[in-house]
């Protein structure tokens, strides 16, 4: 498994692979893990990691006694000298060569690669896989292309794209995590495309940790209190959230750490900034909103929405990318337009000042999740694991023949 990003740093991309380590530990399986070194965990003060064994969402981690070989659910973990992203260090982009990944990978001998939504590393690792002869199963999760804009570079955006479609169709199988990523890697021409979603813990995230103490501290005088949950970066574009600072009688709770964190602080002067949270500390605080919102319209999947709604939250989200598969509009929450932050807050507004309409969305939403356990959704990704060695073994045969 080559994981473009991972331990320490935490988002939706360190979050899958280690729920998928974890299947494969439960299932039998043997994984080797190659991803980049250094960087600090998130929220973190620099100089800092997170410690050994601490269990970053729950993952059992550590390093093999004598040996200093670190390990993530048994399994381990070669890392690959890295540098960080320019304006936000925790982000870190590995080097090394395709030969080196080449050997990597061949002196572990798998049946099949897996590459957590690649871009840099990935690339080499599906060059690596190629020159093998191995099927190779990509997982398109990050939506690169889109950010250009948001980082100043639009003229950018085609190049990005070519890059995007080069790894894809050099991929044995793409995985995509929502109906709008399907139609997108269509239309940009790559072939062998297959629906993968995302689980969600139901155990962690549940409305059962609801913390009147806690909800007393952040609303003293019993406001509703509204959500968001993510990276403070660009393209999440939680500066639009600023359209609610003033909605009475509510007050907006952001957790998260990056790079605009001071920036959305002094923007948002009225929200509480919680900073980086994780295991039951995050659980907790999400059952401890009344709402959450997410304004983000780059996002192929949106998981901290679907962790909402297992705290038994509605949302209310843009209209575009992974949101528009996550959430049944005026049911489980609302969509608005891309763009339109009126919609936005009038959106908001109706949930948090109508208690009846707030609990029956929330309760919709908790029941729409139920059924999307992380043990059926890798269980899933077995099988396409399976579908990749069928696909190349085929293809192999009907080379040599």
Known sequence: MVAESFLPHFNGVTHSVLQVLAHLRRTGHEALVVAPAGGTAEGARPGETAAPGAGIAGARTGTV???????????????????PLTGYANVRV?????????????????????VASPFVLGWRAIQAAGQLGLP??????????????????????????????????????TLVPSSHSLGELQQAGVPRLRMWRRGVDTRRFSPTRRDAALRARLAPNGERLIGYVGRLAAEKQVEDLAVLADLPGTRLVIVGSGPLKETLRRSLPGAHFAGFLDGGELATMMASLDLFVHPGE????????????????????????????LIDSSRTGWLYRPEDLDGLSQRVADLAHDDAKRAAFAAAALASVQSRSWASVCDELLVHYERAINVKTRSLHARSA
């Open 65 to 83: 006694p004598g040996t200093g070989v670190e390990m993530v659910e048994g399994f381990p973990v070669v890392r690959l000298p890295s540098l």
């Open 94 to 114: 590995a080097a090394g060569t395709v030969a080196r990944i080449r050997r990597l990978i061949s002196g572990f001998g798998p049946d099949v690669v897996h």
């Open 136 to 173: 190779l199963v990509s997982v398109y999760q990050t939506q690169v292309p889109a950010y250009a804009t948001r980082y100043g570079v639009p003229w950018l955006e085609p190049v990005l794209w070519n890059h995007v479609r080069a790894m894809h169709q050099a991929s044995t199988v």
């Open 298 to 325: 780059s996002e192929t999947f949106c998981q901290t929405i679907q962790e909402a709604m297992a705290s038994g939250l509605p949302a209310v989200a843009v209209g575009r990318g992974g949101p528009l598969d």
